[in-house]
């Protein structure tokens, strides 16, 4: 579908756009925002959550599973996201539990494990099926089915996994993993399955010739495997979320509870203003319940802000928001006071919590509101 713009209610979704309280002197050092300055002081609060440091899964996850529909609005920590996602990556979820597993990086450092930001491996899909050719039996022989539409994203199920809570993988990046390892989530117990299958795997790889060219070229060996995102897939409802008839991401539990809810999907465009030619092909159809949206609102989300965040580089962190306010904020401000957007939504996200904005042109007339960008850091 190609239109001039897709929707005039648009949504932006921007995880890892909040620093914290204390990293935002460094983070937003000398950066000009005056767009997005002007849209948070004039809008309305639609919801504020703070989060807690050892929640296992990420605020834009649970965003996205409430406004979907997947959870209930009070759900603390719920995020079971992995079977959209093998919906997303061409797999067929059906009724049973997944877990998504991807291969990972872990450093030891002094006197504990550290996990590496997936995205830094640069993994190729060459590796990531070489690697998978020497896993797949070794996962299988032990009776765990293993799908893997998307060669650098694994899915198994198993009952003995039902029961387990996973961190997703940016919640536990640069952090002592132990507390982030899968467990059960009723008993608090590492799971026994778990870490025979992951042994199995990380042996399987050990000097493996995938793993000896990547240090010969200065690359992190793919040494372990991480769980994260366990769950069935439900039918999304209708009375708990409001969904989109359009989403445009990158992210494959983003795209897959849009197609979940049979919206039009798509990648994100590289601005505003390429709204106007952004093709949005039909969702397929799934046996997921349909949900139609009183208001056709259109999802973007973007994230240029996660590794940087995750590596602590504020100076492309700062680059990223800079982007982002020529790009994104500066436009939108100016379709909100010529018509061409009705409404506009802001979810940002720290790493722990997530402010949610809502304006129209209307807003922007009350002058008196005068919120600054500085109160939605979060503690």
Avoid at 61 to 76: H, I, K, Q, T
Avoid at 179 to 201: C, D, F, T, Y
Avoid at 212 to 222: C, D, I, M, N
Wanted: contains cysteine.
């Amino acid at each position: 579908m190609r239109s001039t713009m897709p929707t005039p209610h648009l949504h932006l979704l921007l995880p890892f756009a909040l620093p914290s309280a204390a990293e935002a002197p460094t983070a937003l050092y000398r950066l000009a925002h005056p767009a997005l300055d002007r849209l948070v002081a004039r809008a309305r609060l639609s919801e504020a959550v703070t989060g807690e440091d050892f929640q296992r899964t990420l605020p834009h996850e649970r965003w996205l599973a409430r406004r979907f529909g997947l959870v209930a609005p009070d759900a603390s920590d719920a995020a079971p996201l992995a079977p959209y996602m093998l919906l997303a990556d061409g797999g067929t979820p059906g009724e049973q539990v997944w877990a998504c597993v991807q291969p990972v990086h872990v450093r030891i450092a002094h006197d504990h494990l550290v996990l590496i930001d997936p995205a830094s491996l640069e993994l190729s899909d060459a590796e990531a099926r070489a690697l998978l050719e020497v896993a797949r039996p070794l996962v299988e022989e032990l009776g765990v089915q293993l799908e893997a539409p998307q060669p650098s994203r694994w899915y198994l199920s198993s009952e003995r996994f039902g029961a387990l809570a996973g961190a997703s993988p940016l919640r536990a990046s640069g952090r002592n993993i132990e507390i982030w390892l899968p467990h059960e989530a009723h008993s608090g117990e590492r799971s026994r399955a778990w870490m025979k299958l992951q042994n199995e795997v990380q042996m399987s790889w050990f000097e493996h010739p995938v793993n000896e060219a990547r240090e010969a070229r200065g690359l992190p060996a793919v040494n372990s495997l991480w769980f994260h995102a366990p769950g069935k897939m439900r039918a999304l409802s209708q009375s708990l979320g409001q969904p989109f008839t359009h989403v445009l991401s990158l992210a494959p539990a983003t795209r897959g509870l849009a197609i979940a809810a049979q919206a039009q999907t798509g990648a994100p465009p590289q601005s505003f203003e390429a709204l106007a030619t952004t093709t949005t092909p039909t969702a397929p159809t799934t046996s997921a319940s349909p949900t139609t949206p009183a208001t056709h609102t259109t999802l973007v989300e973007l994230d240029p802000f996660s590794t940087p965040y995750v590596e602590q580089d504020w100076g492309r962190w700062n680059s990223a928001f800079a982007a982002l306010e020529r790009d994104w904020f500066a436009p939108a401000l100016a379709a909100l006071q010529n018509g061409q957007l009705r409404e506009l939504g802001l979810t940002l996200c720290s790493d722990t919590g997530s402010v949610t904005l809502t304006l129209t042109r209307h807003d922007l007339r009350k002058f008196w509101r005068r919120r600054a960008l500085a109160s939605l850091f979060i503690e």
